[in-house]
């Protein structure tokens, strides 16, 4: 079968590899689509933490069953979750899956989805009937947002600020919204500003270069946003965010950067704020993911901005992946 490695950042090869065969608690799967995310970027340039060359790179996957003995049909159309998770340390034992301590995500720790076919363990695969391929393969990254949002326990009528309206962050509005919330996105961008208000329907959106402290007061009658979700992936973007948090509000760093980040303590302290970290997602937030879709709450149309076969993928993704290429999602197809 044919696959897709990068050997090292920088350069990806074309190989051939041998069919996958089944094994114990597995199940072959067909890709049928990928959707390209941060990660898979960050990886190629070599900025992405806990991350080793050479790889197959992959994680937002739309599959096809081929074999399964684990009560899955052939020919069933399935959104493989990616984190492999042990299932056995105290972690996954809580149900908190998505940050086991022994977790490999597949297209970071182990081979990922650019290729044909992949063996991956059947309690890794979700049901997707009734979704396109494409809706399925923005399952995972919409999941990041929907497990975000379900970890800040934000409720209807609350303020939900988004800084960074990357997909990640348009993810989080839309469950932000979902769940009720008052939303403002935050960004640099104006196009993507723009993009937020005329076809998200996000309520307000701020420039992040102009004044923003004073913008949010003025939204929140003074108290700024209860929950602030930083989805940047920007080290300055993430210190300023402790800025934008109310009194007793929290701070939800969903974005990851390599290195450190700081912020001053009186602040941190005199707000009491609560400041957490949002990794990956669980079964509960895929299935959530999928009913939205399903039911219609989320739309993708204008999520998925630009398409390629598999064959064009090597060069196509570093068009792709340069800040001025307008992608918000580009997804490839076999
Ligand atoms: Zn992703
Ligand atoms: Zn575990």
């Known amino acids: ?14 190989i051939e590899q041998q069919d996958p ?10 890709i049928k689509k990928i959707g390209i995310c941060g990660t898979d970027y960050h990886a190629f340039k070599g900025q992405q933490p806990f991350f080793s060359y050479p790889r197959i790179l992959g994680h937002e996957l739309a599959a096809e069953v081929v074999q399964s003995n684990e009560g899955f049909v052939s020919g069933q159309a399935v959104a493989p979750i990616p984190y492999l998770n042990c299932g056995k340390c105290k972690t996954c034992l809580s149900g908190k899956t998505n940050c086991c301590q022994n977790i490999k995500t597949m297209g970071v720790h182990v081979d990922g989805g650019m ?15 009734g979704l396109t391929d494409e809706q399925i393969a923005t399952v995972e990254c919409l999941a990041i947002g929907a497990h975000a ?4 326990q934000i409720s209807e009528g609350q303020w939900a ?4 309206t990357g997909p990640i962050g348009i993810g989080t509005l839309h469950f932000a919204r979902i769940s009720g919330a008052k939303t403002i996105a935050i960004d640099i961008n104006e196009e993507r500003l723009m993009h937020c208000k005329e076809v998200l329907g996000v309520d307000h959106c701020i420039n992040a270069l102009d004044n923003p402290i004073d913008a949010l007061k003025d939204l929140t009658n003074g108290n700024l946003p209860d929950v602030v979700f930083e989805a940047s992936g920007a080290p300055v973007a993430m210190e300023n ?3 934008y948090v109310g009194h ?3 701070l939800v760093l969903v974005s990851i950067v390599k290195g450190r980040i700081s912020f001053e303590d009186p602040l941190f302290h005199s707000r009491e704020m609560t400041v957490m970290s949002s990794r990956n997602a669980t079964r509960d937030d895929f299935n959530n993911v999928m009913n939205a879709l399903r039911e219609r709450k989320i739309d993708i149309e204008h999520f998925v901005t630009h398409r390629c076969q598999f064959d064009e993928l090597t060069s196509t993704f570093e068009k792709w992946s340069k800040t001025d ?6 997804i490839v197809s076999f």
Do not use: D
Request: glycine content about 10%.
């Open 248 to 250: 007793g509000g929290k």
């Open 149 to 152: 949002i379900r970890r800040s």
């Open 241 to 243: 965010s402790f800025n």
């Open 325 to 330: 290429s307008k992608v918000i999602k580009g």
């Open 1 to 14: 079968m044919k696959a897709i490695i990068c050997q090292k950042p920088g350069i990806f090869e074309e």
């Open 161 to 164: 600020a988004v800084v960074g």
């Open 21 to 30: 065969t089944p094994s114990k608690g597995e199940t072959i799967v067909r």
């Open 115 to 129: 290729r044909e076919f992949t063996s991956i363990p059947s309690s890794n695969l979700v049901s997707a009937e």
